[in-house]
């Protein structure tokens, strides 16, 4: 086995039940003791029985779940740590029924779980830097792919495809957004707002990108209309990698996401390439999703509205 993966063997000797997983996120999310999630104070903090803890200042009554995304969650903790592991190890993710078979819940709880992680994996990131690829897609399936019935019965009022943009630094991190247009503006703001000026984009034909040299950052186009895909170091090789896991994933797993949901997905992806990257240990990955839990809550009634 890898150095830098522990077994599912491993992980329930790490977290065997709620308990030690209770321990183990107080010990992450408190390293100086209990903070109340309204006040943020650590001061006049009381413990109590079963890991509930009482603020004397704002009168709150709290555990390491308040204000995370596991708050007012019935599936015991160490099951939510499996998740993560199943996440974070699964390079093209798992399904809810899936999911639900493993940590023994039903496909609907299961579902929820998972988007609730996904809502952690929508961390903001360091901006790129040096060598960036820049390229977008598009998720969805065909129309003619559709049953005539529905083709007939119910048109589309606009395309189901869903476009991506996805930003890699070399060597380094990942940024992918789903977006409404790939106009020129919004691909240069999408450049903008996640690459360090100075930075030499790399990216297709594309004519949207074009206009990015001017403002403040170098610029160099492969034509793979021409049939051209390397040029000396010129490529978009590593973005459309990206591209071609997402897509295995998308289709051989999900096998369909709506519009409504697509960003959260595309988050999971993103995270499994930089924080929960293979190259880190995966304790190491569990920590990483574990930091980014505190302010992420979402319900089940916003999921699903």
Request: proline share 2%; with cysteine; charged share 30%.
């Amino acid at each position: 086995m890898s150095r830098s993966t522990i077994s599912t063997f491993k992980l329930f000797e790490l977290f065997p039940d709620e308990e030690t997983a209770r321990k183990y996120l107080e010990g992450r999310l408190w390293p100086n003791g209990s903070i109340c999630p309204e006040c943020k104070s650590g001061e006049r903090i009381t413990q109590r029985k079963d890991g509930f803890y009482r603020c004397n200042a704002c009168k709150l009554d709290f555990t390491v779940r308040t204000g995370t995304i596991f708050e007012r969650s019935h599936v015991p903790l160490h099951k939510w740590l499996y998740a993560m592991y199943l996440l974070v190890t699964a390079r093209k993710g798992i399904s809810s029924l899936q999911l639900g078979k493993e940590i023994g819940i039903t496909q609907k709880s299961a579902w929820f779980v998972l988007h609730r992680l996904r809502e952690a994996c929508g961390t903001k990131i360091e901006m790129l830097k040096g060598t960036v690829e820049a390229d977008e897609t598009f998720f969805g399936g065909e129309e003619s792919n559709r049953h005539m019935y529905d083709r007939i019965n119910k048109p589309r009022e606009r395309s189901e495809k869903v476009a991506v943009i996805g930003i890699r630094e070399r060597g380094g991190n990942t940024v992918a957004k789903v977006t409404d247009s790939i106009g020129g503006l919004a691909l240069r703001t999408a450049i903008k707002d996640n690459v360090l000026p100075g930075s030499v984009i790399i990216t297709d034909e594309n004519p949207g990108y074009a206009r990015i040299r001017g403002e403040g950052y170098g610029h160099e186009a492969v034509k793979h209309v021409a049939g051209e895909y390397v040029r000396g170091t010129a490529h978009t090789n590593s973005i459309e990698s990206v591209w071609a896991v997402m897509k295995r994933g998308m289709h051989g797993v999900y096998h369909h996401a709506s519009r409504k949901h697509m960003g959260r997905y595309v988050d999971e992806f993103t995270f499994r390439l930089n924080a929960g990257r293979v190259q880190r240990h995966t304790t190491e990955r569990i920590n990483s999703f574990v930091d980014a839990v505190v302010g992420k809550r979402i319900t089940y009634a916003e999921l699903t509205k």
